[in-house]
């Protein structure tokens, strides 16, 4: 089946996804120097847009890029993108780059000023119905003295050499620890456990402070499900009533199986089960609807 021809926002400019091209010399391209949001639409409604839009300026702040667009031309451009694409329920890129120009890491002063691409996909949501196994892979977290987790910056080569590490070990998740042997977060997820009918979840400094995260936090507030912010190791995972990942494409995901562990009763468990719904509704609500 041929794909549909997406058009690609580029410096202002739509082009088609087969004809959207940036020059070579591009940071992002040479060095990984850019920062980068993932955004879900579903039912034509874009979750959480402020939210990845403030995510997005705290990262190009943090590496010193300053976007030359207002927030409300963020959003504004990013709303177009879908409009454009009438894309009802997909996923978009949005990615700034320091630029373009001659290579040199101190070359800084002859670049053109910053790509901004938003590039949209037709993806679903990866709603499960049944466990996902898991392993904790040994990757470690790039912890914050290296390269602040927060910053969802275009260096994910960690998180891909620990997708491939979990991929070989035949499971669907793979699971980072910090470099004090905390629990951090998935590849490209957060994690949270269930003991007690309370939820703990690692604090936001060794991992990104994801937008499912917290919607996922308030939910369970708000249904009167304790939330608690912790430092937890791999006794806590393999001994937990439930696990669960929170992520834009994921969504909430249970996990039944870590290494060698069961996870409680070995399939979803209630309180997974109701965030699972909670997530999936609150998704279509709260955010930015573009169609009528
Ligand atoms: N951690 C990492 C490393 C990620 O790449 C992502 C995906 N953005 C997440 C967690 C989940 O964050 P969010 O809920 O904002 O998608």
């Not at 910090?178 to 979840?201: K, L, Q, W």
């Not at 806590?236 to 696990?243: C, F, G, K, P, S």
Request: charged share 25%; glycine share 8%; with cysteine.
């Amino acid at each position: 089946m041929k794909r549909k021809d997406l058009l690609v926002y580029i410096n202002g400019e739509f082009y088609p996804e087969s004809n959207a091209k940036i020059s070579v010399l591009d940071r992002a391209f040479v060095y990984g120097d850019g920062v980068f949001e993932g955004i879900i639409v579903v039912e034509g409604n874009i979750f959480e847009l402020d939210q990845h839009i403030d995510r997005l300026y705290r990262s190009a702040k943090m590496i010193r890029v300053n976007i030359p667009l207002t927030k409300q031309q963020m959003k504004e451009a990013i709303i177009e993108v879908v409009r454009r694409n009438e894309l009802k329920n997909g996923y978009i890129r949005p990615l700034i780059s320091r630029g373009e120009g001659p290579l040199g890491l101190e070359r800084m002063a002859e670049l053109k000023g910053p790509t901004i691409v938003i590039i949209p996909q037709i993806r679903e949501m990866m709603y499960r119905d049944r466990g996902l196994t898991a392993k904790i892979v040994t990757i470690r977290r790039i912890p914050p003295e290296c390269l602040d987790p927060r910053i969802k910056s275009c260096n994910y080569l960690s998180n891909v050499l620990a997708k491939i590490e979990q991929k070989d070990a035949g499971v669907e998740v793979g699971i980072m620890l910090d470099t004090h042997g905390y629990v951090a977060e998935a590849c490209a997820e957060n994690i949270f456990i269930v003991r007690d009918g309370m939820i703990y979840t690692p604090y936001p400094i060794h991992v990104l402070d994801g937008i499912t995260r917290r919607a996922v936090m308030r939910l369970a507030t708000e249904a009167g499900i304790r939330v608690i912010e912790a430092n937890m190791t791999k006794y806590d995972l393999y001994t937990a009533d439930e696990v669960f990942i929170t992520g834009t494409l994921a969504g909430v995901a249970a996990i039944t199986k870590v290494d060698n562990w069961t996870i409680g009763t070995g399939s979803i468990g209630p309180i997974t089960k109701k965030l699972m719904q909670a997530t999936k509704e609150a998704m279509k609500k709260e955010g930015v609807k573009v169609f009528d």
